[in-house]
Each structure stands twice: as structure tokens, then as C-alpha cells.
């Protein structure tokens, strides 16, 4: 069984988003070992500058990699990264399944992303729109497609 591990930087503090959060948690089960780790955003004013969110954006990356277990394939969401529908999803969970790489790590940022370094060193960059979302409302989405992308592979009838 596939160990699935979700870095998020900032705690959910809405009901609605933590009860859908942790619905497909339970759906994932069968499917893979979900671990779901939430990082603390990094405290900034108002209208910070772009060298204050840099140096935030490089503090929470050094909390994300220390989070991240050794033999990892790293996969960061970002709007920059490739777009893929749910049934490339699915694919891809597959060659992940059989690569020798222990955990599939997803990283979702905070309100100002991730650290562009941190990104250059992950496995795969994706985009799950080229939208703007709240990076707690990635999470619940991020979670549905797993599913989604687990119950593709194995022939369920939920992906129409």
C-alpha cells in the first residue's frame, strides 16, 4: 500500500473544509496510508514586502523538508506546474505505486505559495487550475483527486 503524505503550510480552522478534509481521509483508506502534516504559516504585517515573504517562503521550505521522509517522490502544487486531468492523475498514481520511492509526498504552500527553490527540487511541479484557490480548499480538492484518481485504477464506477 502506497504511503501518501500531504505537507500543507497553515492550519484549517473552517468547519466545513476540515469535515471534507476528513471524509476522504476515511475514503482513502483502503487505498494508501494518508498522513497529513500541517506546517505553521509564517507570521508577516499587512502589505509585507517581497524580500519578507521571501525570507517567510524560505523559513516555512526549511520546515517542509524536514517533513519530508527520506526516499521521496516530491510532487509540489504550484500554478506554474503541468496540468493534468483526473484520469492523468490516475496513470500517474500508477507509476508512482510501482516506483521504488517509499512515500509520494504532495506540498501545498500558504497564502504565498512555496519557495521557488523548494519547487525546482521537487520531482514534479502540478497545477491543479490555472485559477487562484485558498490553499486550505487545494487540500480538500487535492484529496478528492487522489481518490478519484485511486478509484480510476481500480475500475470503480465513481469517475463518470
Known sequence: MMNVSLICVGKMKEKFYIEAA????????????????????????????????EAAL????????????????VVALCIEGKLHSSKDLAVHLRTWENNPAKHLVFLI????????????EAW????????????H?????????LYRGFQINSGSKYHK
Not at 481521509?25 to 517581497?50: A, D, G, H, V
Open 137 to 145: 480548499l487545494a487540500r480538500v480538492m487535492l484529496l478528492e483527486q
Open 22 to 53: 476528513a471524509e476522504y481521509n476515511k475514503r482513502l483508506s483502503p487505498f494508501c496510508r494518508l498522513q497529513i502534516i500541517e506546517l505553521p504559516e509564517e507570521k508577516l504585517p499587512p502589505t509585507p514586502s517581497q524580500a519578507l515573504i
Open 124 to 135: 514534479v511541479r502540478m497545477s491543479m487550475s490555472p485559477m487562484t484557490f485558498p490553499h
Open 58 to 73: 524560505r523559513k516555512e521550505a526549511d520546515a517542509i523538508r524536514s517533513r519530508i521522509p527520506p526516499n521521496s517522490q
Open 109 to 120: 504552500g500558504g497564502s504565498f505559495g512555496l519557495d521557488e527553490a523548494l519547487k525546482s
